[in-house]
T-cell receptor
Framework: DTEVTQTPKHLVMGMTNKKSLKCEQHMGHRAMYWYKQKAKKPPELMFVYSYEKLSINESVPSRFSPECPNSSLLNLHLHALQPEDSALYLC????????????FGPGTRLLVL | AQSVTQLGSHVSVSEGALVLLRCNYSSSVPPYLFWYVQYPNQGLQLLLKYTSAATLVKGINGFEAEFKKSETSFHLTKPSAHMSDAAEYFCAVKVLNTGNQFYFGTGTSLTVIP
């Protein structure tokens, strides 16, 4: 099973809402990543978790809050987002933190009104 | 600093024609190199990767890429384009011993003309 799943597929939220994105993998990978992708642009790294610990935070605003409850799950909690945060949010995982091969989920398309 | 450059943000080919998507990297040591494909409204899928073994790498869907150290290139090719190849293609590089950094190119949008 080389699948990374993400829920929901689509999300519309207001600027005062609180919502969460979920990512799951059952490949035994110990590194998990959140990316943000705008249309026609490459993914931009947001966070990296290594062995359930946050190892990289690419200066992401605090309105994005990641959480890794266990080695299979990765959440991204959203609060007080801005319209410019509308994007495709991609989750990925890799076997270790070596970044050798990342497996991506299908993404959650977020629209902030 | 490491970077990856994809020449041509848009490439159009006729169905059945050769596909050539260009990727050049800048690195003082041979990196790991990757090509990912992204179909509309989907996540990224790994096409192939180079990790210092054979310089000609074969991937899925008939794609292949050749690592050329002298040219610092890792161009993606496919002998005969299919309509289903229309997608966004990203080259990516990871240089060993530089910490956890992984760089994507800016992407090339491939259009296949019937």
């Amino acid at each position: 099973d080389t699948e990374v799943t993400q829920t929901p597929k689509h999300l519309v939220m207001g600027m005062t809402n609180k919502k969460s994105l979920k990512c799951e993998q059952h490949m035994g990978h110990r590194a998990m990543y959140w990316y943000k992708q705008k249309a026609k642009k490459p993914p931009e790294l947001m966070f990296v978790y290594s062995y359930e610990k946050l190892s990289i935070n690419e200066s992401v605003p605090s309105r994005f809050s990641p959480e890794c409850p266990n080695s299979s799950l990765l959440n991204l909690h959203l609060h007080a987002l801005q319209p410019e945060d509308s994007a495709l949010y991609l989750c990925a995982s890799s076997q270790k933190t070596s970044w050798e091969t990342q497996y991506f989920g299908p993404g959650t398309r977020l629209l902030v009104l | 600093a490491q970077s990856v450059t994809q020449l041509g943000s848009h490439v159009s080919v006729s169905e059945g024609a050769l596909v050539l998507l260009r990727c050049n990297y800048s690195s003082s040591v041979p990196p790991y190199l990757f090509w990912y494909v992204q179909y509309p409204n989907q996540g990224l899928q790994l096409l192939l990767k180079y990790t210092s073994a054979a310089t000609l790498v074969k991937g899925i869907n008939g794609f292949e890429a050749e690592f050329k150290k002298s040219e610092t290139s890792f161009h993606l090719t496919k002998p005969s384009a299919h309509m289903s190849d229309a997608a966004e293609y990203f080259c990516a590089v990871k240089v060993l011993n530089t910490g956890n950094q992984f760089y994507f190119g800016t992407g090339t949008s491939l259009t296949v003309i019937p």
